[in-house]
Structure formats: structure tokens, C-alpha cells
């Protein structure tokens, strides 16, 4: 069966989606994702979606349900690398992906997933205070 | 008001609705629509082909470049031979779903249009027409 990969890199899980993706393949990456959050015991997932040309409500639903998902699962999603007519046509679309984490690119995202997960643990990063 | 070419997709499945993205996009970039017209195009084409597929029990699509004097315009006509949609105006409003979904569907891609319109009847089907000129 077709699957989008999940990369471990060490406490996160890293899915850049590059294909098009049909519904069905959209929900396997839904059960697949927080699969892999418990079994891995992952503290962060970033979704790369630089390669998509669009997101429809569809695929803005399964992004917003893999962040409410992981974070019961004690894990944060940062999506990065929207493309610009894709975020000027979600808003229009009615989309705004409430609760769902984003930043410009992987590098940023990092930075993201690494400061909150610092701020939730305790007098990590507050040394001093 | 011309229609210069067109084109017929059948839609069964959700595979049927990534191959009318692919080709609402390769009709929108050959037509010199800009790069964010384009997007809001496909975006709108995936959620009215999801529709037929999902509510309509499937149908077809129809791609047609217009020409209407001195502009050009995609339509996109969805058909099925669906249940219909007893209440239009109530399936518009944002949040209303009947398929698990946000309930954006359809109102999200009337905002992506110029002209919309929906002919549903319940028990016979829906027809819906998706325009968007070139700016």
C-alpha cells in the first residue's frame, strides 16, 4: 500500500509530504503519524508541505487533526514551508487551521518544536528564575 | 459568450479527484492564469470533485475555456445523478457538513469563484458551475 514516510530524527518525527495525495492516503498518514508518536515516544512532529501545491479542506482537516492528536500524545506539530498562494487561498477557502503550529521552513520549525518543548519542561530553559 | 475547448473527467473515487486537480491545473496555466488564481482553481475544483464523489455517488466534470468578448474564463461543471441537495442556501453556510468533513466544502469554493451557481433537485442530482476569469 502507498505510504508517505515518517523520518525519526532523534526526539522528533519528520514528514515532508511530496506527493498529491488522494483522501485514503491522507488518513494513512493521519494513523501512521500518531502510530509512530507512541511508539517512538517522539516529543515533536514537523510536516514539511513546501512541495504542495494545494490544501484543500481536506487535507487542512487531517493537518489539524495530527496536531490535536499528537498533542494528547504529548507531542507538538509545527507545519512549515506553506507556500504563498496556498495560504492566501486557504484563508479565502475559510480555512485557518486553528491550533495548528507553523513556520516558514525546517529550520525555523526546529527552532519552534525545540523552544516549546523547553517551555514544558519544568526549569528547563528558566534556569535562574 | 464562446466556449473555445473542453474537456470531460468521470469521477468515482478520491483518485479521480487528484487526477481533476492535476488537470484543472494543466487548463489553468495553459490559459495564463497567475500562479495564485491557478491555486484557488484546483483548491476549489478538489472540493466540488470530492463532493460529486462522496455526496453525489460520483459523476463527471467538464473543463471549458470561455471566451466572453474580450475576457477568458475557466468554468468547471460538476454533475452527478445524485440524493440532491434538499436546502442550497443552508449547505453554503460554512460548518454545515453532512460528511465529516469542516463543512467549507461548498461555500469555501463559491469564494474561490466569480460566478457559482447550483441546480439540485432533490432525488435527481446536482449540477454546479464554477467560473473564474482571468484578471
Redesign the interface.
Known amino acids: 500500500m502507498e505510504r508517505i514516510p515518517i523520518l525519526k530524527m532523534g526526539g522528533y518525527l519528520l514528514v515532508t509530504i511530496q506527493v498529491d495525495m488522494h483522501d485514503r492516503l491522507a488518513l494513512t498518514l493521519q494513523d501512521d503519524l500518531t502510530d509512530r508518536i507512541v511508539k517512538t515516544h517522539a516529543k515533536g512532529v514537523l510536516i514539511d508541505i513546501s512541495s504542495l501545491e494545494v490544501v484543500d479542506s481536506f487535507i487542512g482537516r487531517m493537518l489539524c487533526n495530527i496536531a490535536a492528536m499528537s498533542k494528547v500524545l504529548d507531542a507538538e506539530t509545527v507545519v512549515v514551508g506553506m507556500r504563498p498562494a496556498v495560504a492566501i487561498t486557504l484563508v479565502e477557502l475559510g480555512l485557518s487551521l486553528k491550533g495548528v503550529r507553523t513556520a516558514l521552513n525546517v529550520e525555523k520549525g526546529m527552532i519552534a518544536l525545540e523552544q516549546s518543548i523547553k517551555r514544558r519542561m519544568p526549569g528547563n530553559g528558566r534556569l535562574g528564575s | 459568450m464562446a466556449v473555445l475547448a473542453h474537456e470531460m473527467l468521470s469521477l468515482k ?3 479521480d ?2 487526477l481533476a ?2 488537470l484543472v ?1 494543466k487548463w489553468a496555466v495553459d490559459m495564463g492564469f497567475s ?2 488564481d ?3 482553481i ?2 476549489a475544483a ?2 466540488l470533485a ?1 463532493n460529486t464523489v462522496l455526496h453525489g455517488g460520483g459523476g463527471t466534470m467538464q473543463i471549458e475555456s470561455l471566451n466572453d468578448q474580450d475576457r477568458r474564463g475557466l468554468k468547471l461543471v460538476f454533475e452527478d445523478q445524485g440524493p440532491g441537495i434538499p436546502d442550497v442556501e443552508r449547505a453554503l453556510r ?1 460548518g454545515f457538513t453532512t460528511g465529516g ?2 463543512g ?2 461548498l ?2 469554493a463559491r ?2 469563484s466569480n460566478d457559482f451557481d447550483i441546480q439540485s433537485c432533490p432525488g435527481e442530482g446536482t449540477r454546479i458551475h464554477f467560473t473564474r476569469w482571468r484578471s
Open positions: 473515487s478520491s483518485e479527484v487528484v486537480r492535476q491545473r500562479l495564485v491557478q491555486t484557488k484546483v483548491t478538489s472540493e470530492r460554512d468533513g469542516l467549507l466544502g461555500g469555501g469564494r474561490l
